[in-house]
Every structure is written in C-alpha cells, then in structure tokens.
C-alpha cells in the first residue's frame, strides 16, 4: 500500500512555471511507475506524463510535450511534474498516481493508488 501527496499548485500566470510533488509513504515506492493526470472543470481526467520505476523511461501527453518534465528521487520516496511555458488550457486539477505495472502506462484505470490532487490555475 502507498499513500500519496501532491503539492506545489497555485495560480500562476501564462508562460509561468510550477513544479509540482508528491511525496509517497511506504519503502517500496521504487517498486512503482508513477503517473500524473489532470481534470479540467466538466472535462474527463486526462493522462500528462508518467516515469517508469528506475526515472529511465517517461512518456508524455502531445499537449504537454516540450513543456513539461517528469522525474523522480527514489531516495526520498517523490515524484516530480516540472511544467513550463504554461497556458490557461493547463488548469485542471493535478493528481499523481502509482501502478505496480513494470511498464509505464497512460491508461488512469490501470493505476492502483491516487493522491488527493493539487489545484494549477493559469492566468491569461
């Protein structure tokens, strides 16, 4: 089991930067691929990015692509989701997810464990 916590959004504006965490409980967090999703307002929650166990293999949603970076510090059980250059479409509400799958996945049902989410709002 893993419990996880997203923090770092805030209302920043167009073409600002955020670097979102999140932060995992337990000392098998290495064992997991971790994913971040988002959900707009009356929009279905969508894939951004996700990183395999060791941070060798990431993936990326087109929309984000070029924009945005995933990593990881095993060592201190976190998941990071750096975005630049971002725009009002980026707003939406941020969770982070954990999948026991060996292989990075972008499909939200195939994750196991959801944090709470962290709010990004941009300002045009």
């Known amino acids: 089991q893993v419990q996880l916590v997203e923090s770092g959004g805030r209302l920043v504006q167009s073409g600002g930067s955020l670097r979102l965490s999140c932060a995992a409980s337990?000392?098998?967090?290495?064992?997991?691929?971790m994913g971040w999703f988002r959900q707009a307002p009356g929009k279905e929650r969508e894939f951004v990015a996700a990183?395999?166990?060791?941070?060798?293999?990431?993936s990326f949603a087109d929309t984000v692509k070029g924009r945005f970076t995933i990593s990881r510090d095993n060592a201190k059980n976190t998941v990071y989701l750096q975005m630049n250059n971002l725009k009002p479409e980026d707003t939406a509400l941020y969770y982070c997810?954990?999948?026991?799958?060996?292989?990075?996945?972008?499909?939200?049902?195939?994750?196991?464990?959801w944090g709470q989410g962290t709010q990004v709002t941009v300002s045009s």
């Open positions: 997810a954990a999948t026991m799958r060996f292989f990075i996945t972008v499909v939200g049902s195939e994750y196991d464990h």
């Open positions: 337990g000392r098998t967090f290495s064992s997991y691929s």
């Open positions: 990183i395999s166990r060791s941070g060798g293999s990431t």
